[in-house]
């Protein structure tokens, strides 16, 4: 049985036990409720920071994370493709978040569909292997939102199952905060889906918003079928459609290829510096997390500022077919 197959099996073994415990991570069903539990703003993130260092977050999440270039598909470095464990690549989220404040580096707007994150890889190698998880009778009770078209479903858990299985990290996570891209080359070498991007941090936020916006076109399939011209109608639809629009764009700290280069490593933090908190937390000064919070309300003052902007124009626009 090949490696693939046991990969696919697991994953539906995966799932058959998450609905049987009663769904997947208690996701939310509707886009209401997720707007009310994953998004957030700048005031927000301030106390989410101050939280983190407090409790430890901080440490766990930022100081201590990695980001691996060695799996299949990953690789920045050729020597990454040798037997020789000493050729693994990581680069430390810390790093990449660091050298962004130092360079004062501010989110920008990307489309969802420019991007390749961690899980995606497998889709694309695969392609002619995946599994067609729609044909399944009982896919419809194992979907967290009947609204969500069956096949649409089955292609964002076969990409973003790990991440949406992750009750821990997702329990604090809000889809606002910018994840970090680099910039593929200009023949998208290194990129294991051929997208202009591919993402170092953010995985988790990215899937959720994937989620989000399956739920909303599910909900806004549903208000379309509706035989009803009522005005709350044309706004809910509306409604839905500005949504869309905002979440189909995310916010991203980019970094370009060279200087990713530059901060690989070749030892696995999980198993050498990452273990030595109180080594690594004595770098982390005051005046560095007073600095380090006033970067990130910059940063996050540019994602309200775009959400912002999406919702004026959006509101300009229906403006003026009213007055048509």
Known sequence: MSSYIIFQLMKILLLVHLVLVGGINGLPKSSDEFLASYTCNNNDVQKLLKQQVEEGGFFKFVVAA????????????????????????????????????????????????EVCHKGMETHY?????????????????????????????????????????????????????????????????????????????????LCLRKYLLLLLHGELSEIDYKVNESINIHKLIQHKKQLIEIYNQSMFIVINQTVFESMLM???????????????????????????????????????????????????????????
């Open 125 to 205: 190698q695969h392609d002619d292997k995946i599994n067609n998880w729609s044909d399944d009778k009982d896919i419809e009770s194992r979907k967290p939102n009947t609204y969500i078209p069956s096949e649409s479903w089955a292609n964002l858990w076969d990409i973003c199952h790990k991440q949406l299985s992750s009750s821990e990290r997702l329990s604090s996570t809000c889809i606002d905060i910018p994840g970090v891209v680099v910039t593929s080359p200009s023949d998208k070498a290194y990129n294991p889906c051929n997208r202009k991007y591919r993402m170092v941090d953010g995985a988790h936020r």
């Open 66 to 113: 990695r980001h691996t270039t060695h799996l299949s598909g990953w690789e920045v470095n050729t020597k990454a493709n040798d037997d020789n464990s000493s050729n693994k690549y990581y680069a430390r989220v810390f790093d990449l978040l660091n050298y962004s404040r130092i360079h004062n580096l501010l989110s920008e707007s990307i489309s969802v569909d």
């Open 266 to 324: 070749n030892d696995d933090p999980h198993t050498t510096w990452a273990r030595d908190k109180q080594f690594l937390m004595k770098d982390i000064t005051n005046n560095l997390q007073l600095d380090w919070k006033e970067w990130m309300g910059r940063v996050m003052n540019r994602v309200d500022e775009k959400k912002s902007n999406i919702t004026l124009s959006t509101s300009n626009q229906d403006v003026s077919r009213d007055e048509l």
